[in-house]
């Protein structure tokens, strides 16, 4: 049981170079978040999904795009990478609308630069 | 927008003392505030979580304290460690296009000195 795993852990992109930050889960879990992490601005929500096929904007969805195509895996995209983009990327996931306890579990984590 | 405010930004602690973090939220139509631990270089993990039906949980060292009217809530760390040392983050659920999120505090950086 891997839990939550990222792909990469480090990047390094020019301006305007694209990129895709693969998340996979191996709990069933049907809700799926990507945060972004910077100093002082604590953990904010770029996009989520709350099953296969389905995605939403969070709080910080600009220049991002996400898919769900298989339940396990939540893409992040960048398509013309900024370096207002550089930050560390999270993906978390957790189990449905109906539990009260909604533990998120979160992955390692990717570095992103981009210069 | 779900709102949380937290509190220090950054706390220095005797090995032994008392760590407090503070966190105030606003609306909620939820039951369950989470405080989340990340060490450097990990992802958070879910330390301690509280129910608004009582007014503290305490599991071993760590204790939430809950008032509900004043909609705040804070992480004591008693008898701190240096292996305590982290960042916390308190957050609170929300609901955004019918569907459940939660909204995290900005982050206490915690250092424990021996």
């Known amino acids: 049981n891997a839990g939550v795993t990222q792909t990469p852990k480090f990047r390094v992109l020019k301006t305007g170079q694209s990129m895709t930050l693969l998340c996979a889960q191996d709990m069933n879990h049907e809700y799926m978040y990507w945060y972004r992490q910077d100093p002082g601005m604590g953990l904010r929500l770029i996009h989520y999904s709350v099953g296969e096929g389905t995605t939403a904007k969070g709080e910080v969805p600009d220049g991002y795009n996400v898919s769900r195509l298989k339940k396990q895996n939540f893409l992040l995209g960048l398509e013309s990478a900024a370096p207002s983009q550089t930050s560390v990327y999270f993906c978390?996931?957790?189990?449905?609308?109906?539990?009260?306890?909604?533990?998120?579990?979160f992955g390692p984590g990717t570095r992103l630069t981009v210069l | 927008q779900q709102q949380v405010k937290q509190s220090p930004q950054s706390l220095i602690v005797q090995k032994g003392g008392i760590s407090i973090i503070n966190c105030a939220y606003e609306?909620?139509?939820?039951?369950?505030f989470p405080w989340y631990q990340q060490f450097p270089g990990k992802g958070p993990a879910l330390l301690i979580a509280i129910r608004p039906d009582v007014s503290e949980k305490k599991e071993g060292r760590f204790t939430i304290s809950f008032n509900k009217s004043a909609k705040q809530f804070s992480l004591h760390i008693m008898d701190s460690q240096p292996g305590d040392s982290a960042t916390y983050f308190c957050?609170?659920?929300?609901?955004?296009?019918?569907?459940?999120?939660?909204?995290f505090g900005t982050g206490t950086k915690l250092q424990v000195i021996p």
């Open positions: 978390a996931s957790s189990y449905s609308l109906h539990s009260s306890y909604n533990e998120q579990f």
């Open positions: 957050a609170a659920p929300g609901v955004s296009g019918g569907y459940q999120k939660v909204t």
């Open positions: 609306n909620t139509a939820f039951d369950y």
